[in-house]
């Protein structure tokens, strides 16, 4: 009988860890966040799902974030509760909406954040602009960070421990970040190709027949 019970003690006690870290998991913050209404005369669908896949990456480096990628293109929106609406029906806590802006030589990203229940606070303003899609893409680091920081009530973003969970509605982790280099060295090589080429060097004509002696 007292065999039977040593056995027995490494698995009561592989169940009570497992009964703790499932809270935890639990735990996480829930932010839906929608598709960004793009207004742009380049392509509309590519930059709508490159943004979201870049977003989506950045935010759900954090463990604490469950980050919940709303992929119907028909619920961009700039209106607060028809996005708190919607992340209701995703069971989210926060929700993450706005739009994108490319004009002339400029682009900027207008995002608001909302939480869920909140139906009568202000959503809160982040944004970012650049002179071009290529500049504004390394500003989503602090787009997202200033994101996360009040999500969780003005802590710090925690980074992501090897092995985290991918975020939640967005796919595989893998891909996701497949996806996202691609359209990061697309819209690279779409700026290098854009920057106005130096002129070639003209090449200086000696003029025939013997060189002036020098003194």
């Known amino acids: 009988m007292r065999r039977r019970t040593a056995s027995l003690a490494p698995l009561v006690a592989l169940a009570l860890l497992l009964g703790a870290a499932a809270p935890a998991a639990a735990e996480r913050i829930r932010v839906a966040l929608l598709p960004v209404g793009v207004h742009s005369s380049e392509s509309r669908d590519h930059l709508q799902r490159g943004l979201s896949d870049m977003l989506v990456a950045r935010l759900g480096r954090d463990p604490r974030l469950a980050v919940i990628e709303i992929e119907d293109a028909a619920a961009a929106t700039t209106d607060p509760a028809a996005a708190r609406s919607t992340a209701r029906g995703a069971g989210a806590a926060w929700v993450v909406f706005g739009?994108?802006?490319s004009f002339g030589g400029g682009a900027s990203l207008d995002l608001q954040l909302a939480q869920v229940g909140d139906q009568d606070g202000d959503p809160q303003q982040v944004f970012a602009q650049a002179?071009?899609?290529g500049a504004l893409i390394p500003m989503l680091e602090g787009?997202?960070?200033?994101?996360?920081?009040?999500?969780?009530?003005g802590a710090a973003p925690e980074p992501a421990a090897a092995?985290?969970?991918?975020?939640?509605?967005g796919?595989?982790?893998?891909?996701l970040r497949r996806r996202v280099e691609a359209l990061e060295r697309a819209v690279?090589?779409?700026g290098a190709a854009r920057m106005p080429q130096e002129p070639t060097p003209v090449p200086t004509v000696q003029p025939s027949g013997p060189r002036p002696e020098r003194e």
């Open 188 to 190: 690279d090589q779409l």
């Open 99 to 101: 739009s994108f802006t």
């Open 143 to 153: 787009v997202a960070e200033r994101i996360t920081t009040r999500v969780l009530g």
């Open 171 to 175: 796919g595989e982790l893998a891909e």
């Open 163 to 169: 092995g985290a969970s991918p975020p939640e509605g």
């Open 131 to 133: 002179a071009s899609m």
